[in-house]
């Protein structure tokens, strides 16, 4: 799984520039 390599902001819920785009 990726997330498990690299954590996507959006999983959490949480906004930041990775999730925006």
């Given at each position: 799984?990726?997330?498990a390599v690299e954590?996507?902001?959006r999983?959490?819920?949480i906004p930041s520039t990775k999730?925006?785009?």
């Open positions: 799984l990726r997330a954590p996507d902001p999983v959490e819920g999730g925006a785009l």
